[in-house]
């Protein structure tokens, strides 16, 4: 047999070895890297650990309204997963205001019905499809899954970390079904670790509130620490994580928000001010007489009122920065030429790629962020729709099941 690669069976997956060759010229003996095994990929037939059920209760969006269904839902078998598909057992997952738009189909992009949503589940690893290359995920292991499940990973937009971006992404509750279930499929490229210290149910909101509000304040390059950054919005599932991760990156923070509940969880998470936007007669002036006369440095928008984007446009100050992560559809009102004359940067963002959630929590697993969690279970998941509708959930709300 000539030296070089030989494929080497190994039970049902394959280990390519090179070998030592003894008699071949063009590779000494004496290197080290002759011997060496080299390992490619394993491809792991299909396992499972526990036995998985024919259906699954779900919350199933089976038409474009704000009630969903919560029924059996047929799930896969694990004979039945494709290369680098599993089945995770739910422990928990948060209930997010995308699942509440594409519920109500009132976004560019509709899901098909029937559907299940949710993008912030938590749980283990039951089963694994046939012929999935190895991972760093294994069976039993506890992992989260987020927004987007599949990406091309190969694209700019991945190499660049911005999954989110890639133009074959896969959204978890749009193109396939989401976290509203006990079990469900997921996507073993797309998984993330849980850190042991994180509780699973303070980890959930993480994986898409969490690490959006993350992602972008990572863009406030040129803004200092100590610098004021007005969050507004700041009493909700992304504002009071919002709150945390301003102060984690060395900011000064001032919430806006409405209600004794909200002001309370906000100065307990750490801003140093509230501002109660319902008894503000003057927002603005508000704004400017609690931070800085000059104005805030940044604001983190992250309600999906229009008007709030074109009040901290008006409030920051010179060459100050506007980050966009509420899911306003349209703002009108923007006062451009104040924009254009004071270098006001309006900066967007949705989620974040996989590093970005594995920085999000390992800052929630040092304890520098604490997700308020309001613990439910599936049956009443339309109640805590209605009360996210009505602006009424101070922190996340996280099923269990
Ligand atoms: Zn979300
Ligand atoms: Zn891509």
């Not at 792991?44 to 474009?64: H, K, L, Q, Y």
């Not at 990406?151 to 660049?160: A, G, I, P, T």
């Amino acid at each position: 047999m000539p030296c070089g690669w030989n494929p080497v069976p190994k039970a049902r997956s394959y280990v390519l070895v090179r070998k030592a060759p003894k008699d071949c010229a063009l590779v000494p003996q004496s290197r080290e890297v002759s011997h060496r095994r080299m390992t490619m990929p394993n491809y792991v037939s299909m396992t499972s650990i526990e036995a998985i059920p024919a259906t699954t209760r779900a919350a199933v969006t089976r038409e474009f309204s704000m009630i969903a269904d919560v029924a059996d839902y047929p799930l896969k078998q694990p004979s039945e997963l494709a290369p680098g598909e599993c089945i995770l057992k739910l422990e928990c997952t948060g209930v997010c205001h995308t699942d509440l738009h594409f519920m109500n189909g009132e976004w560019r992009i509709v899901p098909r019905l029937p559907s299940v949503g949710g993008h912030e589940g938590v749980g283990r690893v039951v089963a694994i499809g046939a012929h999935s290359k190895s991972s760093v995920i294994k069976l039993g292991d506890r992992v989260g899954t987020k927004y987007v499940v599949g990406s091309c990973l190969q694209c700019e937009m991945c190499r660049r970390g911005f999954e989110q971006n890639c133009a074959d992404r896969v959204i978890s509750g749009y193109q396939v079904d989401g976290t509203f279930a006990q079990y469900m499929v997921a996507y073993l490229d797309h998984l993330i670790p849980i850190p042991d210290e994180l509780p699973s149910v303070e980890a959930a909101p993480i994986l898409c509130a969490g690490v959006t509000v993350y992602n972008i304040l990572k863009q406030l390059t040129d803004t200092p620490p100590g610098s004021w950054v007005v969050v507004h919005g700041a009493g909700g599932g992304l504002g009071h994580l919002g709150v945390q991760y301003a102060k984690a990156f060395g900011y000064r923070v001032l919430a806006i928000d409405s209600g004794t509940e909200k002001r309370d969880l906000c100065l307990s998470v750490g801003a140093e001010k509230f501002l109660d936007f319902k008894e503000s007669a003057n927002l603005i002036a508000d704004v400017k007489a609690l931070t800085d006369p000059l104005g805030a440095h940044a604001a983190l928008v992250t309600t999906h009122v229009g008007a709030a984007y074109v009040q901290a446009g008006f409030y920051v100050r010179a060459h100050g920065t506007v980050m966009c992560i509420g899911a306003a559809q349209e703002v009108s009102g923007l006062p451009m030429a104040l924009i254009i004359d004071q270098g006001i940067k309006y900066i967007a963002s949705q989620t974040g790629g996989r590093q970005a959630v594995y920085e999000a929590l390992s800052l929630a697993a040092q304890g520098k962020v604490r997700c308020h969690v309001v613990q439910r279970p599936l049956e009443e998941i339309n109640s805590i729709f209605e009360d996210m509708h009505k602006g009424q959930l101070a922190g996340r709300a996280v099923v269990t099941f």
